[in-house]
């Protein structure tokens, strides 16, 4: 279903968010979490947008499930497998959904709530909800349904791809930069349409450099579930 952005409705989600810019922590050393579910439209968004803070995960022993939703074609999941043991991550699904189709098929909010109940994560990983693509603005809305229904009360981080965001959270990942970009090169087929190694890693670049959180960094906009809910009804309806 094709949902229509109101400028109206993206100024009233600033106005909402500024406040937390305020009482923030605006750094964290590694989220806090031992349980995480990384969401991932398609095969690369996660690497794209949280690969260094994967890793982190991995590295403290926090468990990490990455589940991809959409378009995941035989080469592609053999590029995502490629990149996911590069992160270290525990569990990496694909399903079997096609792209432009997920409000639709109601068989993606089931499988998502199986991995949901399976992973019982801490913290939610996905793509910030402005976002510019509309399966990430569609996976956002069937997890706001979802969290709902399921009366999951963790905290959801909103990660980078097609857009940037106002964050209220950067994360160090100096240390991961190297790996990270080994992860990123997994994706050959992705990266001959747009170099997503290369705007992903100076975005991090940037996002250090402009918080002073490091030489790389990577910017989330972070919330409850409740908020991310609240701002997806005022956002898109
Ligand atoms: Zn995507």
Known sequence: MARHLK????YRFYERVEPLLNYSVPKEDKPQGSRILVLAPHIDDETIGC????????????????VTVADCTPA???????????????RHEFLPFASKTLLQDPAVAERLRGFLREESPDLLYLPALL???????????????????????G???GYEVWSTLTPNVV??????????????????SQNQSNNWADAS???NRYRGITTGAGDYAEAFHRMTAARHRELIAQVWR
Request: proline share 0%; aromatic share 4%.
């Open 7 to 10: 400028w109206a409705h993206v």
């Open 51 to 66: 690969g260094g803070v994967m890793m982190k995960h991995v590295a403290a022993g926090d468990r990490v499930a990455i």
């Open 76 to 90: 592609r999941i053999e590029e995502g497998r490629a990149a996911g043991a590069i992160l270290g991550v525990q």
């Open 131 to 153: 976002d510019r693509h509309s399966d990430h603005v569609a996976l956002n809305q069937i997890v706001a349904r979802l969290t709902q229904e399921e009366g999951w009360r």
């Open 155 to 157: 905290m959801i981080y």
């Open 171 to 188: 994360v160090d990942i100096s240390a991961q930069r190297d790996r990270k970009a080994a992860a990123l090169a997994c994706f050959t």
């Open 201 to 203: 890693l100076s975005l």
